[in-house]
């Protein structure tokens, strides 16, 4: 399967993650379902990040029947945030957390397959618990016709603090009568339904829902794409100081949304005509009002951030403000860049 590159999310995907709840429901009710592929997944932090997995079997109807209970209560989380007014945001946004949807690019769709061939390496399931291991997750791979190429995975993170301790125990809230259930520190790990990405993935369309974007880019490597990102835009940005500010990853994530907009040269080269323009205009307000330093010699500008949230703020400006106001012809005061913070 190949499908074309596109970067980030929609503003309102709800739509979109619909077909995940219609999916799973179909699922859960049907008859003839497939049973799903229950696998422990991890990276090797110290040899090359080797990818391991353990097959988990599902050893009885009385344990597909709890999986499929917990897939229910996730699936009426998803719905009743479908229902509600969360917004969703693009995986770029500034936000550390809440709910993002992201269609996925070949590079998602790459490492995806990557989880679902990796080959059974027969490790016992607790080396998927110590330091030595990374990106660990609980995966289901729920397969929704016998073709193979329409799927969801959900991905669940565990680590040492699902390692249940010595004489731990539960009560199941899966079940009509309530089981106080004794957990066996060397067989056992305590789950529930708070998978943080779920991958949807058909012929047409392939995206993620994601509760916890850390999770997501530790994962799917965003973190080196976004830091190539940066380097490429600083090279290519060079009438800009990049050298007082820190390469934060709210920063850095930035830099790749700003990398990949597609009408940041148009951007750039408006910027640079309005600020050695001899009219005062709204970028040249939106930069004093964020304390942004610049300077016009023989035609040439240069611009002097200061520290991080600076440059931050200054390239919102060449992306949004100068594309939101000089491309479409309109005018803005400098208080409406507060929230370039």
């Known amino acids: 399967m190949t499908i074309p590159l596109l970067l980030g999310g929609f503003k309102l995907p709800k739509e979109n993650i619909k077909k995940i709840v219609e999916a799973l429901e179909n699922y859960i009710i049907s008859n003839n379902r497939i049973e799903p592929f229950v696998f422990l997944y991890g990276e090797e932090k110290n040899e090359g990040n080797i990818a391991k ?14 999986l499929i209970k917990i897939i229910q209560v996730y699936c009426n989380k998803v719905n009743a945030y479908i229902e509600g007014e969360n917004n969703f945001q693009n995986l770029n946004d500034n936000s550390d957390s809440g709910l993002f949807f992201k269609i996925m690019d070949q590079n998602d769709l790459n490492k995806t397959k990557r989880l679902l061939t990796t080959v059974d390496t027969a490790e016992d399931f607790t080396d998927f618990l110590k330091s030595k291991f990374k990106n660990s997750f609980f995966i289901t791979e729920i397969n929704l016709d016998q073709s193979d190429d329409k799927k969801i995975i959900l991905l669940k993170s565990v680590g040492q603090t699902f390692y249940a301790k010595k004489n731990r125990f539960t009560i199941s809230p899966y079940s009509e009568r309530q089981k106080i259930k004794f957990i066996d520190n060397k067989k ?79 951007c750039v080269s408006k910027l640079k005509a309005e600020l050695t323009s001899i009219n005062d205009n709204s970028i040249k307000i939106a930069l004093k009002s964020k304390g942004i330093e610049y300077m016009v010699e023989d035609g040439n500008v240069q611009l002097f951030p200061q520290n991080t949230p600076e440059l931050k703020a200054l390239l919102k400006i060449i992306k949004d403000g100068v594309a939101k106001t000089c491309l479409l012809d309109r005018n803005v005061l400098g208080s409406d860049f507060e929230e370039l913070e």
């Open 53 to 66: 997995i353990k097959d988990l079997s599902i050893s009885s109807p009385e344990s597909q029947k709890e």
């Open 188 to 266: 056992e790990l305590l789950l529930d339904e708070k998978f943080e990405i779920t991958a949807f993935i058909n012929n047409s369309q392939c995206f993620f829902f994601i509760t916890d974007r850390k999770k997501f880019e530790d994962l799917y490597g965003y973190h080196e794409i976004y830091k190539n990102a940066y380097d490429n835009l600083a090279e290519s940005l060079d009438f800009i100081d990049w050298s007082n500010a820190q390469p934060t990853i709210s920063l850095i994530r930035n830099c790749y949304t700003i990398a990949n907009f597609v009408r940041l040269d148009e």
